[in-house]
C-alpha cells in the first residue's frame, strides 16, 4: 500500500474513534503505532511481520523518551500545582471578591466580577475548565440570588472561564511549544495582550447588555463602609505577586518560564502557610489533584508524540503543503479553513485533542507560507478558546450547567454565550490582522 494512502486510512481510523469517545491518548497512540507497524510490515513489497517488530518499538519509544525528557515539560505539573493550591487557599477567588467591591456601582457589575475573576484564576491556574467550574460554584449562585439572569450569569462565567487558555500561564501554550520547539516562555508574553483584549471585550458585552436590560442585572444593594476597597485591595497581594513572578520574571529575563513554573509553585505553598490558609490535608489534596491532571496531559502529549511520527513517515503532512501550494490558496482562506477545522472538531474534542491532532499538518503549511509561528500559536489558542464555547459542545458550557446549584438548561447557557462569541470573533480577526498585538511584548523581550 501507498505510504500516503496507508496514512490517510490511519487518519480516518483516528477520527471514527475519537467520534465514538475513545479517550484520544489511546486513539492517538493505538492507532499510530498500528500502522507504523503495518508501514514496516509492508517496506520490503510482502508483509513480513518480524522485520517490522524492532523498529515499530524503536520508534514508538524513542518518541515517548523524547517527549517525556523534555525540560518544558516539567512547567506543566508545576503551574497546575500552583493552581490547585490558589484555588485551595482562596487566593484566586480573592480576586473576585476585590473585583465585585470595586466594580459595585457599574451596570452588571457583579457579573463583570466574575469576568475578572476568571482573568486572575486564569493568570495563576493556566486551565479554562478549572476556572469555569471553580468560578461557576462561586460566581453563578451569587448572580442568581441576586435576581440576574439566568442567561448572564452563567454565560459570563462559561465566557471568563476562557481566559485561562490566552492568559499565561497556559498549560496550552506550553504544549504548542514543546511540540512546535518554539520559546514557552516568549509564548506567555505573546498571549497576555490577546488576553486581556478579550477580558476587556467581554466587559463591554456585559455593559451593553446591561444598559439594553437592566432587568437582567438588579443592582448590588451590598453596603459598604470605608476602607472596604483598600481591604479588598490589599488581600489580593499574593495573587498579584504569583503573576509578577511569573509574567515580570520572565519578560524582565530573571528566569525562564520553567524557572518561573518553579518559584511560582513553591511562593504559594510558602504564602499559605504563612496566612495559615492551607494545612496538611489541603496540600495533600492539590498534589493529588496534580498529579490526575498531569498524568491525563502527559499521556495524551505522548500519544501525540508517536502520531507525529506516523504523520512524518506516511509524508502526509508534505502531500497537504503541496496540494495547498498547487491550489494556490491566500492566506485568509486557509486561516478561514483552519478556523473552520477547529470549529468542527470542537464539536466533540477537548482543546487539547484538537492541537495535537492538527499541528503535525498545521505546521509545515504555515512554514510554508512564511508566518510566525509565535503569532499563529496566538491564534490556535484563541480559537481553541472559542471552540470551548461553542455549540452544541462547549466544554465550559457544560462545566457550567454541571457545578450550577439550581441547575440551569445547557440551552439557556449557549443562548447568553451567543453575545460574546461575536465579540470574540472580533478579537480573534483583529488578531490576525494585527500581528503586532501578539508580537510586540516578545519583540520587546529580545
Known amino acids: ?47 513480513d511481520i518480524e522485520s517490522a517488530i524492532a523498529p515499530t518499538l524503536t520508534m514508538i519509544s524513542s518518541n515517548a523518551f523524547d517527549l517525556v525528557h523534555s525540560y518544558d515539560l516539567s512547567m506543566i505539573p508545576l503551574f497546575v500545582l500552583l493552581g490547585h493550591i490558589a484555588y485551595h487557599t482562596g487566593i484566586t477567588t480573592d480576586i473576585y471578591h476585590a473585583a465585585r467591591v470595586w466594580l459595585k456601582r457599574l451596570p452588571g457589575g457583579v457579573a463583570m466580577a466574575s469576568v475578572f475573576g476568571c482573568g486572575g484564576f486564569s493568570a495563576i491556574t493556566g486551565s479554562s475548565i478549572a476556572c469555569a467550574s471553580a468560578m461557576g460554584k462561586i460566581c453563578v449562585p451569587e448572580m442568581l440570588r441576586m435576581g440576574y439572569d439566568k442567561r448572564l450569569a452563567t454565560s459570563t462565567v ?64 451590598t453596603l459598604l463602609i470605608k476602607g472596604d476597597r483598600r481591604k479588598a485591595a ?37 504564602i499559605g502557610s504563612l496566612q495559615k490558609r492551607l494545612n496538611w490535608q489541603q496540600f495533600m ?4 489533584e496534580t498529579c490526575t491532571q498531569t498524568t491525563s496531559i502527559f499521556f495524551i502529549a505522548a500519544g501525540a ?25 491566500s492566506l485568509w482562506l486557509l486561516l478561514i479553513m483552519i478556523a473552520g477545522v477547529y470549529f468542527l472538531l470542537g464539536m466533540f474534542l477537548d482543546p487539547l485533542g484538537i492541537m495535537v491532532l492538527t499541528l503535525p499538518f498545521l505546521i509545515p503549511m504555515v512554514e510554508g507560507y512564511g508566518l510566525d509561528l509565535i503569532w499563529f500559536g496566538v491564534v490556535i ?4 478558546e472559542i471552540s470551548l ?17 439550581p441547575s440551569v438548561a445547557v440551552y439557556d447557557i449557549f443562548m447568553g454565550v451567543t453575545r460574546f462569541l461575536v465579540m ?18 516578545p519583540n520587546l523581550m529580545m
Open 158 to 221: 462559561a465566557v471568563g472561564g476562557t481566559l485561562g487558555s490566552l492568559i499565561p500561564p497556559s498549560v496550552l501554550f506550553i504544549v504548542y511549544g514543546i511540540f512546535t520547539e518554539m520559546s514557552v516562555s516568549r509564548l506567555f508574553l505573546a498571549g497576555v495582550i490577546p488576553g486581556l483584549i478579550s477580558l476587556v471585550g467581554f466587559l463591554v458585552v456585559i455593559y451593553i447588555w446591561v444598559k439594553r436590560n437592566p432587568k437582567d442585572a438588579p443592582a448590588d444593594t
Open 305 to 329: 508524540k508517536i502520531f507525529v511520527g506516523f504523520v512524518a513517515l506516511t509524508g502526509m503532512a508534505p502531500a497537504l503543503v503541496g496540494l495547498i501550494e498547487a491550489a494556490d490558496v
Open 381 to 384: 489558542i484563541k480559537l481553541l
Open 285 to 288: 489534596q492539590s498534589i493529588k
Open 1 to 47: 500500500m501507498d505510504p500516503l494512502m496507508l496514512g490517510l486510512v490511519g487518519f480516518a481510523c483516528t477520527l471514527l474513534l475519537l467520534m465514538f469517545r475513545v479517550p484520544i491518548a489511546f486513539s492517538l497512540a493505538g492507532v499510530s503505532s498500528v500502522f507504523i507497524f503495518i508501514f514496516f510490515a509492508m517496506r520490503s513489497g510482502g508483509f
Open 424 to 441: 470574540d470573533i472580533l478579537v480573534l480577526v483583529a488578531i490576525i490582522a494585527f500581528p503586532i498585538l501578539s508580537l510586540l511584548l
Open 389 to 405: 464555547i461553542t455549540p452544541p459542545v462547549g466544554l465550559n458550557v457544560f462545566v457550567i450547567a454541571s457545578v450550577t446549584k
Open 234 to 270: 490589599i488581600r489580593c497581594w499574593p495573587a498579584m505577586l504569583l503573576f509578577t513572578i511569573i509574567i515580570g520574571g520572565i519578560y524582565g529575563g530573571l528566569f525562564t518560564a520553567t524557572e518561573a513554573a518553579a518559584i511560582s509553585a513553591f511562593s504559594v505553598i510558602v
